[in-house]
C-alpha cells in the first residue's frame, strides 16, 4: 500500500495552519463582529480568546509528541476513549474542514469581485463565477505534492498578511495610544467579553491543521508541536494588533461604526492612505482566500483519508504514487464544495453563505476541541501527570464559555439552524461508526 511521504519541514507545516487560520479574512471580517460584541475592547477579547485556545492548544501539542496521525483528533480521541469516540471526533472535524473550506472558497469569489467592482468590472453571478473557478483550482493544487500547495499558500497569505500590517502601523502612527481597548468596555461587561471571545475562537480556528499532515512531516512529534503552538501564538499577536489598530483608527465615538462596518479596512485605508489601497486589500483578501481554500481541502482530505482508513470507505485511503496525496479524498471534498457553492451559494449569496459555513464550523470545532482536551485531561491522570491533566480540563471548561455565548441568547433567524446541523452531522457519525469496519493491515 502507498504510504504518505515525509516531505514537509516544520515550517510548512506551520505554513498549513497559518493559512487554514488565515488571518488576513479574519482581520477583514471578525474585528467588526468582536467589536459588536464586546465593544471597544476587542483586542482584549482577542488576547484572552487566545489564551483559552492556547490551553487547548497545548493538548494538542502533548498529543502530537505521541501520535502521528493524519486523523488528528480522531487518532488522540480514540487513543483515550476507544476507537469508536475517536471515529465521532473525526467526524465532527471533517464536518468542520469542508465548511470552513465552503466558507474559504465562497470568499474568493466574494472579495474578488468587490475588488473589481471598484475598478469597473461588475456582474451579479462574477462572485460565483470566480468562487467556481477558485475552488477546481484547490482540486488540482491540492491533488499535487504538498510541498508545492504549501508554497502557494505561503506566498499568498505572507504578502496579504504583510499589506494589512502596513495599514496597522500607519494608523497607530497617525493617532494617539490608549490602553483602554485592553480593559473590558463598561457598556459591555465582562459578558460582552465573552461574547467576543466567541470571534476570537472562530478567527483561531484551524490551528491545530498542522497534525493532519504529521504522515507528511520530518521529524513529527517536534516538528508538529512547535508548528501548533507558532500559529497560535503569531495569529493570535497579529490580531490583537490590527483589532487595536482598527478601534484606535475609528475613535472611541466611532465605535458603533465599527461594530456594523461592512469592510473596515477600506473605510481606513480611503481614510489613513488611500481608495486605491483599500481596492488592493479586497483583492489581496481575495487571494488569502484561495490560501485559506487550500489549507482547509488539504486538511479535510486527510481527514477522510484516515475516516477511510478506520471504515468509512476504502476508497477514501488510498494514496497517488506519483504525488503522494490522498487522490480520491481531495477530489471528494472539493467537488463537494463546488456542489455546495452551486445549490446554496448561489441562493444565499457570498457573504451570508460564508458566515452560515464559518458558523457550523465553529460550533462544531469547538466539540472536538472539547473532546480534545478532555482525553488529555483523562490519559494525564492516569499517568498522575496532574499539571497537564489541570491543563487539558481547564481548556474544555473555558471554551464552554463561547460556546454558550453563541447558543445563548438565541441568534436571529436562520441562526439557530446550525446547531441543528451539527447535532444532526454528529448524529449521523454516531450512526455510521457502528457500522463502520476498520481497515486491515
Known sequence: M?????????????????AIIAPTLA?????????????????????????????IGLSFVAFSRRI???????????????RRWGFVAGWGLLLAYLAFLASATSLIGGFLAVGLAHLG???????????????????????????????VMLAIEVAAVLAIVVLAGVILASVPLTAEPFWPDPARGLSGLGFGMVFAVLSLAGFEGAATVAEETSDPHRAIPRAILGSLIAATLLYALVSYAQVLGYGRMGIEALGTAPAPLDTLSERYLSRSYGIFLDLAAGVSSLACALGTATAAARILYALGGAGLGGRFAEIDPAHGAPRTAIRFVGGLNLL????????AGSRAFSEACATTATLVLILVYVAVGLAQGVLAARERRWGWSVTGFAGSLLLAWPLLNSLYPPPAWPGPLWPL???????????LVRRATPRKA
Open 340 to 347: 455546495l457553492l452551486i445549490v446554496f451559494g448561489s441562493f
Open 27 to 55: 482581520m477583514a471580517f471578525n474585528v467588526s463582529l468582536s467589536v459588536q460584541a464586546a465593544g471597544q475592547a476587542a483586542p482584549l477579547a482577542f488576547l484572552v480568546g487566545g489564551a483559552a485556545m492556547g490551553l
Open 121 to 151: 468590472l461588475s456582474h451579479p453571478w462574477l462572485w460565483l463565477a470566480i468562487a467556481l473557478s477558485g475552488g477546481t483550482l484547490v482540486i488540482v493544487l491540492g491533488g499535487r505534492e504538498i510541498r508545492q500547495a504549501t508554497a
Open 421 to 431: 446541523l451539527v447535532l444532526a452531522w454528529m448524529g449521523a457519525g454516531l450512526a
Open 2 to 18: 502507498t504510504q504518505f511521504r515525509r516531505t514537509l519541514t516544520g515550517f510548512q507545516a506551520f505554513v498549513l495552519s497559518l
Open 68 to 82: 502521528a496521525s493524519a486523523g488528528s483528533a480522531q487518532a488522540y480521541v480514540g487513543a483515550v476513549f476507544g
